[in-house]
C-alpha cells in the first residue's frame, strides 16, 4: 500500500508537472513573442529551453515508468483500452513535444543573434514560430486527454 501511494504521489505530481510546465512555457513564449522585442524573446527563450529539460524532460521519463509500475501494482494490463490508448496519445504527445524543443533553441539563437546585432526577427523565427504555436495544440490536447482517461478510466474495448 505505501509503494503504491508513493508511487501515485510521484505519478500524479509528474502528470501536473507535464500540464504545468507545458502550459507555462506557452504562456510566456507567446507573450515574449507579442512585445516583438528579440532581446526578451531570447532571454524568455533561454528560460524556456531550461524549463523544458529540468522539469518537462524528466517527468516525460518518469511518467511511463512510475505509470506501468502502477498498472502492475494494481493489476491493470497495458493492453486495456484506456491505458492502450493513453499510451498512444503519450507517444502522439512526445512527437510533437521533441520538434518544439529544437524549434524552441533554433527560436533561442535566431533571437539572441538578431538581439545582438540589433535588427529585426528574422523571417525564419517567425515561420519557426507560427509550427510551433500550431505544435502545441495536438500536444495540449493529448495531454489533456490522457488525465481524462486516467482518471475516468472507461471501458473501451
Ligand atoms: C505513459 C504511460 C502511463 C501509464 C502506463 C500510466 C498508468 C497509470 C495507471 C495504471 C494509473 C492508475 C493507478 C490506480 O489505479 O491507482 C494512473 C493514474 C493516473 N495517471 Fe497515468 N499513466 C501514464 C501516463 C500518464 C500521463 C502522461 C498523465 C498526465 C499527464 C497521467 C496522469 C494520471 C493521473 C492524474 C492519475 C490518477 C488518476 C486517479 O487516481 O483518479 N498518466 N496512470
Known sequence: MTTYLALKYLHVIG??????????????????????DAATVAAVARIVVAADVLFTATAVVAQPITGTLLAWIVGYSLLDGWLLLSIALYIVTGAFWLPVVWMQMRMRDLAVTAAREGTPLPAEYHRLFRLWFAFGFPAFAAVLAIFWLMIARPPLG
Do not use: D, E
Not at 507535464?18 to 502550459?23: D, K, V
Open 15 to 36: 502528470a501536473a508537472v507535464l500540464l504545468g510546465t507545458g502550459a507555462g512555457i506557452a504562456f510566456f513564449m507567446l507573450l515574449a513573442h507579442r512585445t516583438g
